[in-house]
């Protein structure tokens, strides 16, 4: 007789550990988040300032110090001064009145020989940005597609590169992420009940989004026209509907606007000048300036000061994980299959992102991803809906999303510490021949650079340095005397990438490829720095 067929019943190890997922999503996240922390504050100390950061503690010191507001107004105060709080009131560093705010911000970096002290000080105040950040991912993901989407999209978020390395520098870019984050999705909660709580509340987080960098001015409106679009597409609602909404949300829109222009003026210090927040104004206009003349911008072996259309969408190609690349991409088509589904809530990360884009296309400010860094929470949150669809599917899927998940954070964990310098294996092993500035080689080395310098017993150096630092005094760098572009000079020679690329200091002939173009490369030391010797001639 065959032999009967017994039945086996299905694993419930799955259901066991999603349950658990569920149960303790809370948990899970705060020791993700915990742990990116860990990783954000031990890079503290191994790289000196960037090239921005003295210039924001110096205008955060002066806000601080003197309560004003004085030497630019391109960037408001808010981060600015959470750089300056903790080396102000721990470490009793003051203003300097130094003319220039990046002089300034050097002084007070080296206050009393406390160097690593007062950098580490300023980047700490830029942590909670990231929590916030980070809580804007799991909350998003929560109430939008529960607890195991949002564990998985914390889990994408915290092993993040481009947000654990900008969670870590004394700038603006991570502020901007974290509270225009929070406005958004506090305005999505509002737009279901706009009571006079979530009113009040949506005011506080639209408020902190303005005072921390001024691109939230038309990244927050297009990614909300975007989110309209998407729901006059989809969900098709009738006019008479749509005049009911807006009618019974004209008041808490006008009493969370009111919020707003409160706290953005207190911002200011309450400062009066034939307007309120003058300087909020000027700022304004400095930063239509600054867009309006451009900047010096590097792409793909071509240098301009207007900008390209996809200078974003590559530059994101090739500094995102290519695993959580293709989770966004398993995301994205899930989304797309839902659409109609949740009352949007499968369109509207899309909308976000799409949004924040749009309006990159047309900047002419090309200088780094951290000017988009926000497009990563949308990010994030699709790629948490690919994972957990693929979870769901079981079988070979799961081992997929597994690989996936590993993958990343492997790549992610190798790249510690120089996360501002992480490119997917796309980039291969000149990512400089791609894009350079903030995604690469920021000024970030120096520490590095002086320590190889001394261990090869390097008694000069020609070198263009990229940042104001005392390089000489504190750095261990020998004698430093001025690049040649056109030939090297006998003994040491650095060369900062972002310098060569851009052709800064090319000794007025930029059409002419300088030296270390047409050379074979000897050290790199860190990341953005070429290192070489040349014998003296006789």
């Given at each position: 007789m065959p032999k009967k067929r017994v039945a086996q019943a299905p694993s419930i190890l799955p259901e066991?550990?999603?349950?658990?997922?569920?149960?303790?999503?809370?948990?899970?996240?705060?020791?993700?988040?915990?742990?990116?922390?860990?990783?954000?504050?031990?890079?503290?100390?191994?790289?000196?300032?960037?090239?921005?950061?003295?210039?924001?503690?110096?205008?955060?010191?002066?806000?601080?110090?003197?309560?004003?507001?004085?030497?630019?107004?391109?960037?408001?105060?808010?981060?600015?001064?959470?750089?300056?709080?903790?080396?102000?009131?721990?470490?009793?560093?003051?203003?300097?009145?130094?003319?220039?705010?990046?002089?300034?911000?050097?002084?007070?970096?080296?206050?009393?020989?406390?160097?690593?002290?007062?950098?580490?000080?300023?980047?700490?105040?830029?942590?909670?940005?990231?929590?916030?950040?980070?809580?804007?991912?799991?909350?998003?993901?929560?109430?939008?597609?529960?607890?195991?989407?949002?564990?998985?999209?914390?889990?994408?978020?915290?092993?993040?590169?481009?947000?654990?390395?900008?969670?870590?520098?004394?700038?603006?870019?991570?502020?901007?992420?974290?509270?225009?984050?929070?406005?958004?999705?506090?305005?999505?909660?509002?737009?279901?009940?706009?009571?006079?709580?979530?009113?009040?509340?949506?005011?506080?987080?639209?408020?902190?989004?303005?005072?921390?960098?001024?691109?939230?001015?038309?990244?927050?409106?297009?990614?909300?026209?975007?989110?309209?679009?998407?729901?006059?597409?989809?969900?098709?609602?009738?006019?008479?509907?749509?005049?009911?909404?807006?009618?019974t949300r004209v008041v808490p829109l006008a009493f969370a606007a009111a919020i707003a222009c409160l706290i953005i003026w207190a911002g200011y210090r309450f400062?009066?000048?034939?307007?309120?927040?003058?300087?909020?104004?000027?700022?304004?206009?400095?930063?239509?300036?600054?867009?309006?003349?451009?900047?010096?911008?590097?792409?793909?072996?071509?240098?301009?000061?207007?900008?390209?259309?996809?200078?974003?969408?590559?530059?994101?190609?090739?500094?995102?994980?290519?695993?959580?690349?293709?989770?966004?991409?398993?995301?994205?088509?899930?989304?797309?299959?839902?659409?109609?589904?949740?009352?949007?809530?499968?369109?509207?990360?899309?909308?976000?992102?799409?949004?924040?884009?749009a309006v990159g296309a047309f900047s002419r400010i090309n200088i780094g991803i951290r000017h988009v860094l926000p497009v990563y929470l949308a990010f994030s949150v699709i790629a948490g809906v690919g994972a957990r669809w693929l979870w769901t599917l079981g079988g070979k899927a799961r081992w997929i999303l597994a690989a996936l998940l590993l993958w990343m954070m492997a790549s992610s964990a190798f790249s510690h510490p120089d996360y501002l310098a992480y490119f997917n294996e796309i980039a291969g092993d000149h990512p400089e021949n791609i894009i350079v500035d903030s995604d690469l080689d920021w000024g970030q080395d120096m520490k590095r650079l002086g320590a190889r310098l001394r261990e090869v017993g390097a008694t000069e150096v020609a070198f263009d340095p990229f940042i104001v630092a005392h390089l000489e005094a504190v750095h261990g760098f020998p004698p430093i005397k001025p690049l040649d572009p056109l030939q090297p000079s006998p003994g040491w020679n650095a060369v900062s990438l972002t310098m060569l690329k851009l052709r800064l200091g090319m000794g007025g002939h930029p059409e002419i490829k300088p030296w270390p173009e047409l050379v074979p490369e000897q050290q790199r030391v860190g990341k953005s720095v070429l290192l070489y010797y040349f014998p003296p001639r006789r």
């Open positions: 066991r550990v999603e349950t658990f997922l569920s149960r303790h999503s809370l948990m899970i996240f705060l020791v993700l988040v915990a742990l990116a922390s860990a990783r954000i504050v031990t890079t503290y100390t191994v790289f000196n300032h960037t090239i921005d950061e003295p210039a924001h503690i110096a205008c955060g010191m002066e806000w601080l110090d003197k309560g004003t507001y004085h030497y630019e107004a391109q960037h408001p105060p808010l981060a600015r001064v959470m750089t300056a709080v903790f080396p102000h009131y721990l470490a009793k560093a003051h203003s300097w009145d130094r003319p220039v705010m990046y002089n300034e911000g050097a002084a007070i970096l080296y206050t009393g020989d406390h160097y690593d002290r007062v950098l580490a000080l300023a980047r700490l105040g830029i942590l909670p940005f990231y929590w916030l950040a980070c809580w804007v991912v799991y909350w998003w993901a929560r109430r939008s597609f529960g607890e195991l989407t949002a564990i998985f999209a914390t889990l994408c978020f915290t092993f993040l590169p481009p947000a654990l390395a900008h969670g870590g520098l004394a700038t603006t870019d991570m502020a901007l992420m974290a509270t225009f984050g929070a406005a958004f999705v506090t305005m999505l909660s509002w737009l279901e009940s706009p009571s006079w709580g979530r009113s009040a509340l949506f005011g506080v987080a639209l408020a902190a989004a303005v005072l921390s960098k001024f691109s939230v001015l038309v990244f927050f409106p297009a990614a909300a026209a975007c989110a309209l679009a998407g729901y006059l597409a989809f969900e098709r609602p009738r006019p008479a509907h749509l005049l009911e909404l807006a009618r400062a009066f000048d034939k307007v309120p927040a003058p300087r909020l104004w000027a700022g304004i206009q400095e930063v239509r300036n600054h867009n309006a003349s451009g900047n010096p911008s590097y792409l793909l072996g071509d240098t301009n000061e207007t900008g390209w259309w996809c200078y974003y969408e590559v530059a994101l190609a090739v500094k995102t994980p290519l695993a959580l690349l293709a989770l966004i991409g398993v995301g994205a088509v899930f989304c797309w299959k839902r659409r109609r589904e949740l009352r949007g809530a499968y369109w509207i990360p899309s909308a976000f992102a799409i949004g924040i884009l």
